[in-house]
């Protein structure tokens, strides 16, 4: 993207330049974790997390419209951003002032009943501070919305990763006319030439009757609806870094390693100067060699392997294996990780200006559920994944998987995506395979089982997008409540703006400690479509739009 | 889980939404003796978790109108009585016309209830777009509005009322499923369940969606039909609207939580029965953006956060089925609450517990009793406003 013309937008009101695709969060501030905004109960400063688009960490307003992804926003010129939620600036808080009110949390459960004739003022106040930005002006909508895209297509790939691109090639070569619908504008280096679409599907719906073609529907960044009608379809959609629960994990300077990945302008800019990265497994071992000289340690809450020994060591990066993450300081940034080595009990602190969470790769299987496929908890992985035949049916005829959402490792996504197109191929499937729940405890309940115990006091959120506490998990474990679905509608974990991809994995492990059973007896957590966001507008043109003539 | 610890109880209520637990409460505040109440499911996963929260006064008929209004008054005191916030927002029911035919059947509405001594309004197009910030220039030829009318969160109501009848001894047994009642010379005697017999003098219907098909399993026919509504939510934002927005043509529906987001549907039914499950439609999701964006174009950048469904229990005359099964004494109803359960279970579930008490309870039988549909005359009235 070098050399592409510089673009002048407006950031709270001072003249920006920005060039290329290099999205708005990466080009606010030099260290590229600029805080812009503060959360909804606890007002703490929040700041990009995830980098892809899912998370709460980012939200702006670009021209009237609120809830804006700067990780994800590529600026046009012209644009006026400001932040939002963060009265005078997102830096300096006055909210802070009322906190003594509130030792135990802000309870809205319970709270704010007494006296009644206050009712009327504490509403007010209440709903003034929910809500992130403000609504939409009338210039922040185009209306009409644009006209959506729309295709009919053979194969409808949903992810153009490693796995997606393999399948669609071999797809092709087979004379299928597909297409491949990637979040990202652009294919992975060195891939093959195969007919892609930038755009999110974000809602597969089941097929009305079995030889009717799927219909994937979404949107194209920011606001174009797409929708585009495939006889089969491949999902590949991958997977993205999990969170970890410790207190202060909401720190600014925390990020995800798909966030450190996403905030870097290049391998020589990555968005801290010394981070901690979390993790031991084949994800650390990528942040390493992408930012290894700013690297400070790597710290793993379990064992570290033998590539990332390896890569540490040249790099003399010291290793933490089996470690604790207990508590994250720093004001305006992270500056300190509090360490607990699992069994001896030792603590001990490590300085650093991030840390990079890389510990745990989570599958994307919203699609997969959304279709009426059918899911399987996998206690190694800590997740659930689609129930599969060999070459990647899934239980739905004419619904394959590949990449990492199908559990592929890592290596082996291309042959992950020709083995569902040769699947695909030759009809194979539906899986017919029971769901086989693992009742094999996931390493990461051993892990949090320690961690809990004696835990130190503070606020320990367990949800950023809606700041709910970990402490409001367990007085509704004690207060009764039993079960994934239930804590969810009673704490409201898991019902922000990420869909609970960032807190329900790790909800689920510590309920399934509070209440002495198998993460799979906790529950899965129904996906309620659309995966991802999706504007009113892009939905409502394809809703308008005139059936799609032609193929792409 | 929680497995019930008789093989005994006076009355089991069958449903533990939002009306089985408050008959439940009202039921153990009478001291009714032993009480339990099943659910197949979890903690609110029948509709009463499922719903728009939307609490409103302004019916067709007297009737209705005198339970919402009672039950308008019960959640205003539900902080103090249960210990939950609802955070129960009078922010106003307005229903919107778009031509004067829709303009005089809320005139009548209005003058109705009126009558009944709540200040309903009479709305032209200027005020309405003063409650609508941004609504469509043309979108309404007027409408009417009452202020006392609001928004509920859902949840809070449950979780009140289950720690109230628990700390009342009532038996709450979750994941449990009554397959079928049994009756002993002609009296109820006893339910079937998922795990053994229970026996029972009284049965509370109070399955919601699924109580006709609670009522064949105890071998009695009913009229009343499942029907599946979507509705969605968008993400959250500051304080934009503050009335429940219903418009009379299409049955369009929103309003605005507590927290920020839009929550609302089209009323018109996704189907019928309740063997497809809850699933969401490309049909209702692409309608509803369309019918939210043509009315209030600004909202188009707002992100639709999810979508879900559930089930109305519906009538054919639109009231709800309270009282005794003539058919089966001991077998008492406590369904039929359409799209409108949340808001008049409390004055609703009042009746049902005096009902099931072999008490006398102040509602019109030709309307309310499940004798009506028994007979083959006519309904005297019928309640027609099922908007929203
Ligand atoms: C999309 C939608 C929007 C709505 N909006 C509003 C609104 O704005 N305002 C309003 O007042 N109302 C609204 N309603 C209606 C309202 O939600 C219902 O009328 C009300 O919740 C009904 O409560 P209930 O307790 O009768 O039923 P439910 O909450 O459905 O409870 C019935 C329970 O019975 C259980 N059950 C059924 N059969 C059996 C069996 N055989 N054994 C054991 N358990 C069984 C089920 O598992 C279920 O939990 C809406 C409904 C929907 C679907
Ligand atoms: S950092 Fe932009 S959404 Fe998470």
Redesign the interface.
């Known amino acids: 993207m070098a050399g592409a013309p510089a673009r002048r937008f407006e950031f709270e009101g001072r003249a920006r330049e920005s060039s290329g695709a290099v999205p708005l969060a990466a080009s606010l501030s030099s260290d590229r974790v600029p805080v812009l905004q503060r959360s909804i109960r606890y007002h703490r400063p929040r700041a990009p997390f995830c980098g892809i688009g899912y998370c709460t960490g980012c939200l702006v307003r670009v021209n009237g419209?609120?809830?804006v992804r700067a990780c994800r926003y590529v600026p046009a010129a012209g644009d006026r951003v400001r932040t939002e939620n963060a009265w005078p600036s997102p830096r300096f808080d006055v909210m802070g002032a009322l906190d003594f009110l509130f030792p135990g949390g802000v309870d809205?459960?319970?709270?704010?009943?007494?006296p009644?004739a206050l009712?009327g003022a504490y509403?007010r106040v209440?709903?003034?501070l929910?809500?992130?930005?403000?609504?939409?002006?009338?210039e922040?909508?185009?209306?009409?919305?644009p006209p959506p895209i729309a295709r009919e297509v053979d194969v409808g790939i949903v992810g153009g990763g490693p796995s997606g691109t393999a399948a669609a090639a071999k797809l092709r070569a087979a004379g299928r006319n597909v297409l491949v619908i990637d979040r990202s504008a652009d294919p992975p280096a060195g891939a093959p030439d195969v007919p892609r679409l930038r755009g999110t599907v974000t809602?597969l719906?089941?097929r009305s009757a079995p030889g009717d073609p799927f219909?994937l529907?979404g949107f194209s960044e920011?606001?174009q609806g797409i929708r585009v009608t495939a006889a089969q379809v491949v999902v590949a959609p991958g997977g993205y870094d999990g969170s970890l629960l410790f207190e202060g994990n909401d720190r600014p300077g925390i990020l995800t390693a798909d966030g450190a990945f996403a905030l870097a302008r290049g391998p020589d800019h990555p968005p801290f100067r010394r981070a901690i990265v979390v993790g031991g497994g084949p994800r650390a071992a990528a942040v390493l060699r992408a930012f290894g000289h700013r690297v400070e340690a790597v710290v793993a809450p379990l064992a570290i392997v033998p590539e990332v020994v390896r890569i540490a060591s040249e790099l003399e990066v010291p290793l933490y294996p089996r470690t604790l993450v207990e508590r994250a300081t720093g004001r305006a940034r992270v500056r300190r990780l509090r360490l607990r080595s699992r069994g001896k009990g030792t603590r001990f602190d490590l300085a650093c200006d991030a840390v990079v969470l890389a510990h745990r790769r989570l599958p994307s299987t919203q699609l997969f559920f959304q279709a009426g496929a059918r899911v399987e908890w996998r206690a190694g992985a800590g997740a659930y994944f689609p129930v599969l035949t060999t070459d990647g049916a899934t239980t739905v005829a004419g619904l394959y998987a590949a990449g990492s959402a199908a559990g592929a490792v890592e290596g082996d996504a291309a042959a992950s995506g020709e083995r569902a197109a040769e699947g695909l191929l030759r009809a194979a499937g539906p899986a017919t395979a029971e769901a086989a729940s693992t009742p094999d405890r996931s390493e990461l309940e051993g892990y949090y089982r320690e961690l809990l115990a004696g835990r130190p006091g503070g606020r320990w959120i367990a949800c950023a997008c809606e700041d709910v506490l970990l402490d409001e998990i367990e007085a509704a474990n004690r207060?009764?409540?039993?079960?994934i679905?239930?804590i969810k509608?009673?704490t409201g974990v898991g019902t922000g703006?990420c869909?609970g991809r960032y807190c329900l994995p790790d909800a689920l492990l510590v309920l399934a400690l509070l209440e002495g059973r198998t993460p799979a007896e906790v529950g899965y957590i129904t996906q309620?479509?659309?995966a991802v966001?999706?504007?009113?507008?892009?939905?409502?043109a394809?809703?308008?739009a005139p059936p799609e003539t032609g193929g792409p | 889980?929680s497995a019930p610890s008789r093989s005994r109880y006076r009355v089991v209520v069958v449903g533990a939404g939002v009306i089985g637990l408050y008959t439940a409460h009202h039921l153990a505040a009478a001291g009714a003796g032993p009480i339990l109440v099943v659910d197949r499911g979890?903690?609110?996963?029948g509709a009463s978790?499922r719903n728009g929260g939307g609490v409103r006064q302004q019916w067709e008929t007297r009737a209705t109108v005198r339970l919402a209004r009672e039950s308008v008054a019960a959640y205003?005191r539900f902080?103090?009585d249960f210990?939950?916030?609802l955070?129960f927002?009078q922010g106003g029911y307005l229903f919107l016309a778009e031509n004067d035919r829709e303009l005089a059947r809320l005139r009548a509405v209005h003058d109705l209830v009126r009558s009944e001594g709540l200040p309903s309004e009479i709305l032209d197009p200027a005020r309405v777009a003063g409650l609508v910030?941004?609504i469509a220039a043309g979108a309404a030829v007027g409408g009417t509005y009452l202020a006392s009318d609001g928004v509920l969160y859902p949840?809070?109501a449950i979780?009140g009322l289950y720690?109230d009848v628990?700390a009342r001894g009532v038996e709450v047994a979750?994941g449990l499923e009554v397959l079928g009642v049994d009756a002993r010379d002609g009296r109820v005697a006893a339910v079937r369940t998922s795990r053994g017999r229970i026996e029972t003098e009284i049965v509370v219907n109070a399955a919601g969606g699924w109580s006709a098909d609670l009522a064949q399993r105890a071998g009695l026919p009913s009229p009343n039909t499942a029907t599946r509504h979507e509705i969605l939510a968008?993400?959250?934002?500051?304080?934009?609207l503050d009335p429940m927005v219903v418009r009379v043509s299409d049955g369009l529906y929103f309003s605005q939580t507590?927290?920020?987001e839009i929550v609302g549907g089209v009323t018109g039914t996704n189907g019928t029965g309740v063997e497809g499950g809850m699933?969401?439609?490309?049909r209702f999701?692409?309608?509803m953006?369309?019918a939210?964006?043509?009315l209030v174009?600004?909202?188009?950048?707002?992100?639709?956060?999810?979508?879900?469904s559930g089930f109305y229990d519906d009538t054919p005359d639109g009231f709800p089925v309270i009282g005794e099964d003539p058919r089966r004494p001991g077998f008492v109803h406590a369904n039929g609450f359409g799209g409108h359960g949340f808001m008049l279970a409390p004055a609703a579930s009042r009746r049902v517990a005096r009902a099931a008490m072999g008490e006398t309870v102040d509602l019109d039988p030709a309307t309310f009793s499940p004798a009506r549909f028994l007979s083959s005359e006519r309904p005297p009235s019928v309640e027609r406003l099922q908007l929203g």
């Not at chain 1, 929910?130 to 009338?138: D, E, F, I, N, R």
């Not at chain 1, 922040?140 to 919305?145: L, Q, S, Y």
């Open positions: 419209a609120p809830n809205t459960l319970r709270g704010f009943r007494r009644a009712t509403q209440v709903r003034r929910a809500g992130y930005g403000a609504p939409p002006t009338p922040g909508a185009r209306v009409p919305p809602f719906p089941p219909v529907l920011p606001d207060a009764g409540y039993r079960g679905e239930v509608r009673y703006l869909q309620r479509p659309p966001p999706t504007p009113l507008g892009a939905l409502a394809i809703g308008t | 889980m979890f903690l609110s996963s978790g205003r902080g103090r210990g939950y916030n955070w927002r910030p941004g949840f809070p979780w720690e628990r979750l968008t993400e959250p934002m500051k304080p934009f507590m927290r920020g699933p969401t439609s490309p999701l692409l309608g953006a369309r939210l964006v043509r174009p600004r909202l188009a950048p707002l992100g639709v956060l999810r979508a879900w």
